[in-house]
Nanobody, 113 residues
């Protein structure tokens, strides 16, 4: 079992920055991929960025060059720079343990113009 708790969301102006954090507890030593997804109002949840236990990263095309994912033991971070209104949404922390996916409760990110 894995529990995920996000923090760091909030309201920011266009061009600003935020850093999201996610703390994993439970079977963290066996976690493979961790990452972040987001869901905007009226849209499906989409991948933002993931990072494997070996450090391989994957980003949504729309955030490449602006967002950076990192990982340290049971923590995963998302540094978001040059934020745009279309980055607004609920951001969910994600982790995979073997073949089971776990999700956090979500944190709201709002980018105002």
């Amino acid at each position: 079992q894995v529990q995920l708790v996000e923090s760091g969301g909030g309201l920011v102006q266009v061009g600003g920055s935020l850093r999201l954090s996610c703390a994993a507890s439970g079977s963290i030593l066996r976690l493979n991929t961790m990452g972040w997804y987001r869901q905007a109002p009226g849209k499906q949840r989409e991948l933002v960025a993931t990072i494997t236990s070996g450090g391989r990263t994957n980003y949504h095309d729309s955030v490449k060059g602006r967002f950076t994912i990192s990982r340290d033991n049971g923590m995963v971070y998302l540094q978001m720079n040059v934020l745009k209104p279309e980055d607004t949404g609920v951001y969910y922390c994600y982790a995979r343990l073997y073949v089971v996916d776990y999700w956090g409760q979500g944190t709201q990110v709002t980018v105002s113009s």
